[in-house]
C-alpha cells in the first residue's frame, strides 16, 4: 500500500541554521499539506500546496517558511534561520483532493532547535 | 471562530467497556467532521467521516448539530483501540483540517 514518507525522521539543530523536511507523498495525489505538533500541543496547519503553488498558509507559516515540490516526487519544507520555538513534530500529508477531509499523513520529522 | 474541543486528555477503561470520546465543535456553517487515529509509533490515519455514517473497527460517531458535537463510541472496547484520537473538522477552507487537542484512549485488560 502507498505511503507518504518523511525523512529525516527526527534532526538536530542550532538556532538560526537552516533545516529542509523532505516528503515524498503518494504518486497520485494531487495536494500536499504541512502540519507540525508541538509537544503536547494540538496539530497545527501550516500550508497546503496545489499546482506547483501555495494554495493556502497559517498564520504560523512566515517568511522562515518556505515548500517546493523541487521534482516529480519530493514535496519539502525549508526552515531558513530555525528559532528554539520551531521545535516540534512536522507531518507531512497528501490527498487526493480538496474538502474529503482523507489526508495521509507521513510518520513525521521531529525537529528539535537547540 | 473555528475550533474542536476534546476535554478529555486521557481517557482509560476497561476491555469491554463502553467508550465515548467527546468531541465538540464552533463553526458558523455546515463543516465536516472527522476522528483521526494515532496507534502506538503509526501514522496519523483517518478513521471515519460523519458524512460516510460508516462504522469502522466498531466506533461509530453521530453528528449532532444541535449540541455541536461529534463524539466517538463504541459499546465494547478492545485493548488495541488503545491510541491517541483527534478529532478535526474541515470548514471554510477546502484545504485545512482543524484539529482537537487529541485523547488517549487506554484500554485496561
Known amino acids: 500500500e502507498p505511503e507518504v514518507t518523511q525523512t529525516p525522521s527526527h534532526q538536530v539543530t542550532q538556532m538560526g541554521q537552516e533545516v529542509i523536511l523532505r516528503c515524498v507523498p503518494i504518486?497520485?495525489?494531487?495536494?500536499f499539506y504541512w502540519y507540525r505538533q508541538i509537544l503536547g500541543q494540538k496539530v497545527e496547519f501550516l500550508v497546503s500546496f496545489y499546482n506547483n503553488e501555495i494554495s493556502e498558509k497559517s498564520e504560523i507559516f512566515d517568511d522562515q517558511f518556505s515548500v517546493e515540490r523541487p521534482d516529480g516526487s519530493n514535496f519539502t519544507l525549508k526552515i531558513r534561520s530555525t528559532k528554539l520555538e520551531d521545535s516540534a513534530m512536522y507531518f507531512c500529508?497528501?490527498?487526493?483532493?480538496?474538502?474529503?477531509?482523507?489526508?495521509?499523513f507521513g510518520e513525521g520529522s521531529r525537529l528539535t532547535v537547540l | 471562530a473555528q475550533r474542536v474541543t476534546q476535554p478529555e486528555k486521557l481517557l482509560s477503561v476497561f476491555k469491554g467497556a463502553p467508550v465515548e470520546l467527546k468531541c465538540n465543535y464552533s463553526?458558523?456553517?455546515?463543516?465536516?467532521l472527522f476522528w483521526y487515529v494515532q496507534y502506538s509509533r503509526q501514522r496519523l490515519q483517518l478513521l471515519l467521516r460523519?458524512?460516510?455514517?460508516?462504522s469502522i473497527k466498531g466506533f461509530t460517531a453521530d453528528l449532532n448539530k444541535g449540541e455541536t458535537s461529534f463524539h466517538l463510541k463504541k459499546p465494547f472496547a478492545q485493548e488495541e483501540d488503545s491510541a491517541m484520537y483527534y478529532c478535526a473538522l474541515s470548514g471554510h477552507s477546502n484545504y485545512q483540517l482543524i484539529w482537537g487537542a487529541g485523547t488517549k484512549l487506554i484500554i485496561k485488560p
Open positions: 500529508a497528501s490527498s487526493t483532493g480538496t474538502n474529503t477531509g482523507e489526508l495521509f
Open positions: 460523519h458524512i460516510s455514517r460508516e
Open positions: 504518486s497520485n495525489h494531487l495536494y
Open positions: 463553526y458558523s456553517g455546515s463543516p465536516e
